[in-house]
């Protein structure tokens, strides 16, 4: 089945305390995504990768990092949490449909609380 | 600020009439609209697609129109089923191959029975 796992699906950590939110894909896909959804201001992108040690900044960067080693990974790394990065976050994964249009693929979601 | 928009945070239909969910956009420039659902503790899955070159793609039980000159979109749900109450996104795309698709905040679609 074609999707993408992310892990931990729930966490409650502490400020300061690094954590690590796995993402993996198994359709193959170039580009890979990570996503915040907060109430009130819907789905914003935090880091996107292009392909394999291509990655960019997207609308919400700040206190975040991402690598991309490998084509079906795509860990998200908070260095040193804070509760302002308490969230839910999404890892998807895109092609592009017949049509034309950007397609993302969607984790189930990591809920993510920072105390 | 938001360039999607999504004013109505929640919606109710009874079981089998039309659910329309609307969505307004303030960039000119995207070409393409999608919209996605959500259940809760999923992620959002895709629903269905417009290009900017056309005013209605339908399939199924689920019809997108695009006004371009009112920067509007909708979704229509024919007949509504309790099966589609979800949160329903709806995300704008500049072009084929953007890095970056860009979302509304949702609306809460609940169908009664």
């Known amino acids: 089945e074609a999707q993408v796992t992310q892990n931990p699906r729930y966490l409650i950590t502490v400020t300061g305390k690094k954590l690590t939110v796995t993402c993996s894909q198994n359709m193959n896909h170039e580009y890979m995504s990570w996503y915040r959804q907060d109430p009130g201001l819907g789905l914003r992108q935090i880091y996107y990768s292009m392909n394999v040690e291509v990655t960019d900044k997207g609308d919400v960067p700040e206190g975040y990092k991402v690598s991309r080693k490998e084509k079906r990974n795509f860990p998200l790394i908070l260095e040193s949490p804070s509760p302002n990065q308490t969230s839910l976050y999404f890892c998807?994964?895109?092609?592009?449909?017949?049509?034309?249009?950007?397609?993302?693929?969607f984790g189930a979601g990591s809920r993510l609380t920072v105390l | 600020d938001q360039q999607v928009k999504q004013n109505s945070p929640s919606l109710s239909v009874q079981e089998g009439r039309i659910s329309i969910l609307n969505c307004d956009y303030t960039n000119s420039m995207f070409d393409y609209f999608l919209w996605y659902k959500k259940y809760p503790a999923e992620g959002p899955t895709f629903l269905i697609s417009?290009?900017?070159?056309?005013d209605k793609n339908e399939d199924g039980r689920f019809t997108v129109f695009l006004n371009k000159s009112a920067k509007h979109l909708s979704l229509h749900i024919v007949p509504s089923q309790p099966g589609d109450s979800a949160v329903y996104f709806c995300?704008?795309?500049?072009?084929?191959?953007?890095?970056?698709?860009?979302f509304g905040t949702g609306t809460r679609l609940t169908v009664i029975p």
């Open positions: 998807a994964s895109k092609r592009i449909s017949s049509s034309g249009a950007n397609v993302l693929t």
């Open positions: 417009i290009s900017s070159i056309k």
């Open positions: 995300a704008a795309s500049p072009q084929t191959g953007a890095n970056n698709l860009f």
